[in-house]
């Protein structure tokens, strides 16, 4: 099955590089409308020989794991917070829905203004546009455990700890990771958001320097590193689903 998926993915990639010679040859685009693959190959080695492919992706993978992080953390808090008390859930839902109402593009530029173009105003973007699916997640997790499950943890005098770490985390596990899914993901968004209003380093900066001096090479190769970064983000992800959830694996008959 493994194998089959290898060949899958090479044949995939193969057709999508034909494809894309395929139409520069046709059409006559110039390297500034649409680079060849090739172009784009040449492009990636310079910037990885001099090192500034390191350096860029550097601190956009610091702002992103940090962003990451911090929302989840306060996500993940708040949203056990919501689903233990209905009256706290009214009180905020309006403010957190209304959030999530303004496009992270119109609050970014308040926010570098505000904390100034360095690290922290990325790592804040990165981690408010993560805040919104985790915590509806951890909601929905948290609200979809069993209630005969926790008349069994009350019968058996069990405190809110040993509920919470024995009964609710993992009942709650799964969903919280379609939550976490997706917010590795948008983490990765959230940082270039913010490289792009206001930077000197990261990938969204070398995006906005190559679109600056026609140089779409430059752009295509950023672009490209950015989707590694996020498919390997989503990996580790399901990587550690797969591997904290194996409890739910059901044994072959």
Excluded: C
Aim: hydrophobic share 60%; proline share 6%.
């Amino acid at each position: 099955m493994r194998t089959r998926r290898t060949w899958l993915l090479l044949i995939s990639l193969a057709t999508l590089l034909l494809g894309w010679q395929t139409v520069i040859w046709l059409v006559d685009l110039p390297s500034f409308i649409l680079p060849a693959p090739i172009s784009v190959a040449r492009r990636f080695w310079l910037i990885v020989q001099d090192g500034s492919l390191a350096r860029h992706l550097g601190t956009t993978v610091t702002e992103v794991l940090l962003g990451l992080a911090l929302g989840l953390f306060s996500a993940t808090l708040l949203g056990y917070l919501l689903a233990k008390s209905p009256t706290v859930e009214r009180l905020l839902s309006p403010y957190i829905v209304a959030s999530q109402a303004v496009p992270m593009v119109a609050v970014a530029p308040l926010l570098v203004i505000w904390l100034g173009p360095g690290m922290l105003s990325k790592v804040l973007i990165a981690a408010l546009i993560v805040f919104f699916p985790v915590l509806v997640n951890t909601v929905v997790g948290m609200r979809a455990v069993p209630e005969e499950l926790r008349a069994l943890m009350r019968s058996l005098q069990a405190t809110r700890w040993q509920t919470l770490r024995l009964l609710e985390i993992p009942a709650a596990l799964p969903v919280f990771f379609g939550g976490l899914r997706v917010g590795a993901t948008l983490a990765v968004i959230g940082a270039v958001v913010g490289e792009f209003v206001g930077a000197d380093r990261g990938l969204g900066f070398l995006i906005n320097l190559g679109r600056g001096l026609y140089d779409t090479a430059l752009v295509f190769v950023s672009v490209f590193v950015l989707i590694g970064l996020a498919l390997a983000l989503y990996g580790i992800v399901v990587a550690l689903e797969a591997r904290l959830l194996a409890w739910q694996q059901r044994p072959d008959p």
